[in-house]
């Protein structure tokens, strides 16, 4: 097997399994959102490239000693409709698994990308029609449990409850419709999309942590945007009141049995989400603050590693 074969199947393996569990579990992500998603996506994108360029450096090894000239030949070939007889039956099943690989990943992330859009676009056509238009993008629903959500697309909508209404203080519902319009204005589902494509494409449970880890960052990056327009403690409030509570929520500071409250009531991301609004954290450390940085590098390296390999 040649060297950039296996350097590329050793990177698939650690993005595939080791890394996206490490990743899961870090505490750091919730201080820096942006860079960690950056990461999450540098990990798809090279765990891709790593899978499929594997068994492609395997397949053109007998034809040049790069991988982009290798395949430059087996185009030529192909056009010509011949195998190349330097191939042996080897390199013929790795280039088949490679194909098989692409398909299957691209297959797999388009038709999730178009399922999803449809159902999008059910969702945004029925709530038009049964909700009332409180304006362009938001819609009310007269239901009493208390919901808030973003249907995103092209023409997102906003929609609310009449229950998250009652349910919550003027300057708490303008923390949960800011925290909406930022998936709308930003469209996040981009962002959660080829995650879900992963975990469907590979159903294993590093996938499944990683779509949860960034459906969880995504939802932060959220609540970063409203607490700037309104505040921590109302959005805070916010949380725990959607998350359990059918009646309005006094407009007090959040304390800990509030926290305690969302624990029981919301599950263990709101509750993560609920005390990195409320809890007061230290001025970063010299160390603390390099972190955004060096992750964003590592980033870009993982993303150019498998790159370089497959044009050098």
Same mark, same amino acid.
């Given at each position: 097997?040649? @060297?950039?074969?296996?350097?590329?199947?050793?990177?698939?393996?650690?993005?595939?399994?080791?890394?996206?569990?490490?990743?899961?579990?870090?505490?750091?992500?919730?201080?820096?959102?942006?860079?960690?998603?950056?990461?999450?996506?540098?990990?798809?994108?090279?765990?891709?490239?790593?899978?499929?360029?594997?068994?492609?450096?395997?397949?053109?090894?007998?034809?040049?000693?790069?991988?982009?000239?290798?395949?430059?030949?087996?185009?030529?070939?192909?056009?010509?409709?011949?195998?190349?007889?330097?191939?042996?039956?080897?390199?013929?099943?790795?280039?088949?698994?490679?194909?098989?690989?692409?398909?299957?990943? @691209?297959?797999?992330?388009?038709?999730?990308?178009?399922?999803?859009?449809?159902?999008?676009?059910?969702?945004?056509?029925?709530?038009?029609?049964?909700?009332?238009?409180?304006?362009?993008?938001?819609?009310?629903?007269?239901?009493?449990?208390?919901?808030?959500?973003?249907?995103?697309?092209?023409?997102?909508?906003? $929609?609310?409850?009449? #229950?998250?209404?009652?349910?919550?203080?003027?300057?708490?519902?303008?923390?949960?419709?800011?925290?909406?319009?930022?998936?709308?204005?930003?469209?996040?589902?981009?962002?959660?999309?080829?995650?879900?494509?992963?975990?469907?494409?590979?159903?294993?449970?590093?996938?499944r942590r990683a779509a949860a880890a960034?459906?969880?960052?995504?939802?932060?990056?959220?609540?970063?945007?409203?607490?700037?327009?309104?505040?921590?403690?109302?959005?805070?409030?916010?949380? $725990?009141?959607? #998350?359990?509570?059918?009646?309005?929520?006094?407009?007090?500071?959040?304390?800990?049995?509030?926290?305690?409250?969302?624990?029981?009531?919301?599950?263990?991301?709101?509750?993560?989400?609920?005390?990195?609004? @409320?809890?007061?954290?230290?001025?970063?450390?010299?160390?603390?603050?390099?972190?955004?940085?060096?992750?964003?590098?590592?980033?870009?390296?993982? @993303?150019?590693?498998?790159?370089?390999?497959?044009?050098?």
């Open positions: 097997m040649p @060297v950039d074969a296996w350097l590329l199947a050793v990177l698939a393996i650690l993005l595939a399994w080791p890394v996206p569990v490490a990743l899961a579990r870090a505490a750091w992500p919730k201080r820096h959102t942006r860079a960690a998603i950056a990461l999450w996506q540098a990990v798809g994108i090279a765990g891709g490239l790593s899978l499929i360029g594997a068994p492609l450096a395997i397949g053109v090894a007998p034809l040049d000693g790069h991988l982009r000239t290798g395949l430059a030949e087996l185009g030529r070939d192909a056009m010509h409709l011949r195998v190349p007889s330097a191939l042996a039956t080897p390199q013929e099943i790795a280039l088949a698994l490679a194909g098989m690989l692409t398909v299957r990943l @691209v297959g797999v992330t388009s038709l999730s990308a178009l399922r999803i859009e449809r159902d999008l676009r059910r969702q945004r056509n029925a709530v038009d029609l049964a909700a009332e238009h409180a304006d362009r993008q938001l819609r009310v629903l007269e239901h009493a449990a208390p919901a808030a959500y973003c249907l995103p697309g092209t023409r997102p909508r906003i $929609v609310i409850t009449e #229950g998250t209404i009652a349910a919550l203080a003027p300057d708490e519902l303008e923390a949960v419709l800011a925290h909406e319009r930022a998936h709308a204005r930003w469209r996040h589902e981009l962002v959660v999309q080829p995650f879900v494509a992963w975990e469907s494409a590979l159903p294993l449970p590093p996938a960034v459906t969880t960052l995504v939802e932060m990056l959220a609540d970063d945007h409203a607490a700037r327009d309104v505040g921590r403690p109302a959005l805070a409030r916010a949380l $725990v009141a959607i #998350g359990g509570t059918a009646g309005p929520i006094p407009n007090q500071s959040v304390n800990s049995s509030m926290i305690t409250a969302a624990s029981a009531t919301a599950g263990t991301p709101t509750l993560t989400r609920v005390q990195r609004l @409320v809890r007061k954290t230290p001025p970063p450390s010299l160390t603390e603050r390099l972190i955004g940085p060096a992750v964003w590098l590592a980033a870009v390296a993982l @993303v150019a590693g498998p790159t370089w390999f497959l044009l050098r």
